[in-house]
């Protein structure tokens, strides 16, 4: 089963600390996205590898946006 993680709000992929391939915890941090000039981050709400990264650095996103897939 996949778990799909959305943008919570509209802002700016500032970090990525993972990539296609990586093994996951459950509350891992795997991005951060800035927004409103807070630094918030994205943890994992699942364990596994993860399938897909949608964004990179400096990607405007928007809420709800995929933004990873673990698997």
Known sequence: ?????LSPMPGTIFQVHVKE???VVEGQELL???AMKMEN???STAE???Q????KVDDKVATKQLLLVIE
Do not use: H, W
């Not at 089963?1 to 993680?5: A, G, H, L, N, Q």
């Not at 897909?52 to 964004?55: D, I, S």
């Open 32 to 34: 951060v996205l800035e």
């Open 21 to 23: 391939g990586d093994d």
């Open 48 to 50: 596994g590898k993860v």
């Open 41 to 43: 981050p994205i943890v």
């Open 1 to 5: 089963m996949s778990t799909e993680i």
């Open 52 to 55: 897909a990264v949608n964004v």
